[in-house]
């Protein structure tokens, strides 16, 4: 599985991105997907998680409100609407793919619940 994610860049605060990762093989449909982001100095975390089917989200308290993940199983791509940018959403924003669909909210804001990620991208946002 191979993961590649775009969109990153550098917008002013306020204004909106929309990242995108796009996954190779067929079982990209069968697993949650999930954004972690990466600022320098800081430890990753946990920004917004998708279940398999799309109908069930889960969003770290910092991004809630402001940010919108989405999935199309069709086109094997996780997305990341990205709106109300503040300087402090500055990072880089890597997908990852976690190793099941059926466990509690609570086990996706675990890096370690994920197997496979993708090279990050990106996001810097002036103030």
């Known amino acids: 599985v191979q993961l590649q994610a775009s969109g990153g860049g550098l917008v002013q605060a306020g204004g909106s991105l929309r990242l995108s990762c796009v996954a190779s093989g067929r079982t990209f449909a069968s697993y949650t997907m999930a954004w972690f982001r990466q600022a320098p100095g800081k430890e990753r975390e946990f920004v917004a998680a998708i279940k398999w089917g799309g109908d069930t989200t889960y969003y770290a308290d910092s991004v809630k409100g402001r940010f919108t993940i989405s999935r199309d199983n069709n086109k094997n791509t996780l997305y990341l609407q990205m709106n109300s940018l503040k300087p402090e959403d500055t990072a880089v924003y890597s997908c990852?793919?976690?190793?099941?669909?059926?466990?509690?909210?609570?086990?996706?804001?675990?890096?370690?619940?994920?197997?496979?990620w993708g090279k990050g991208t990106q996001v810097t946002v002036s103030s």
């Open positions: 990852a793919r976690s190793i099941g669909s059926y466990y509690s909210e609570n086990f996706y804001y675990a890096a370690t619940s994920y197997d496979y």
